[in-house]
């Protein structure tokens, strides 16, 4: 064969053996390489989700805004803050989203006391570090929770929204309204599959210096992710059990069969 000829022959296509598991995930798989390095359209994609991971930590909570859905789905709304008084503030510094300013705490007390306590359990929407999550996900997730146990015959104190939070704050304002158990609904670290992961916290009698041990995790709800009716189908589950025990943590588990209790 002559080298002109050799030159224009066409190497047959080779199936790529991944592809199929590629549609499956959005983990970063057989993503090829350019001599030593990743071809040039996995590193911009990876470049894209790292500018999309940072938007997210750094996107302004529309604290207003998701009071006023929640207002408009029926629920009584109540605002904090915690001492992280800045976004920069809150990212360096942690254990001032752990805790409510004087302000808040102050005017919670004052509520609760007007509003009586003995709630059966508190709900907490916290921006965290993806105050996105919050937007795209919450109000729908916590209308699912909130039809389910109002129907069962819970009493449930209003909904507080919470700014520069952290997932212990919701110990300090679940104890505040004298709550049995607080539910918060906070945004995820944001990684390199997901910006918008929404996580659900669950404490059993709420106060401060719990630790994570004594709390339950439902994560990643998002469309991609746990579907809001599965969340809140394992949360009310747990919920339930977690009455009956009087616990959460690591002697809780998820038993959930599915289906929404009655």
Not at 62 to 82: I, P, W
Not at 97 to 108: C, I, K, V
Not at 235 to 247: D, F, G, I, S
Request: charge should be positive; proline fraction near 5%.
């Amino acid at each position: 064969m002559s080298d002109k000829k050799a030159l224009t022959k066409q190497s047959p296509a080779i199936a790529d053996p991944w592809a199929n598991l590629r549609q499956l995930t959005a983990a970063r798989i057989a993503l090829g390489r350019a001599g030593g390095s990743l071809p040039t359209a996995p590193q911009l994609e990876f470049q894209l989700a790292h500018a999309r991971a940072r938007d997210a930590v750094q996107l302004v909570f529309d604290a207003e805004g998701t009071q006023r859905r929640l207002q408009e789905s029926g629920r009584t709304v109540q605002r904090v803050h915690s001492e992280a008084e800045s976004r920069s503030v809150y990212l360096r510094r942690p254990d001032l989203g752990r805790r409510l300013d004087d302000p808040s705490r102050s005017a919670l007390a004052k509520f609760a006391a007007g509003e009586g306590r003995g709630f059966d359990a508190a709900f907490v929407v916290a921006d965290g570090l993806s105050p996105l999550a919050i937007h795209r996900h919450a109000v729908a997730v916590l209308d699912l929770i909130w039809q389910a146990l109002t129907q069962a015959g819970w009493r449930l104190a209003p909904v507080v929204v919470a700014e520069q939070s952290r997932v212990a704050l919701g110990d300090e304002i679940g104890a505040l309204l004298g709550a049995e158990q607080v539910a918060m609904l906070i945004g995820e670290r944001p990684g390199l599959s997901a910006a918008d992961s929404l996580g659900i916290y669950l404490t059993y009698a709420p106060r401060p210096g719990r630790t994570d041990a004594e709390r339950n995790c439902i994560s990643n709800i998002r469309p991609a992710g746990l579907r809001y009716e599965e969340a809140a189908r394992a949360l009310v589950q747990l919920m339930t059990r977690a009455r009956r025990l009087r616990l959460t943590g690591v002697g809780l588990k998820d038993e959930s069969d599915g289906v929404l209790p009655e």
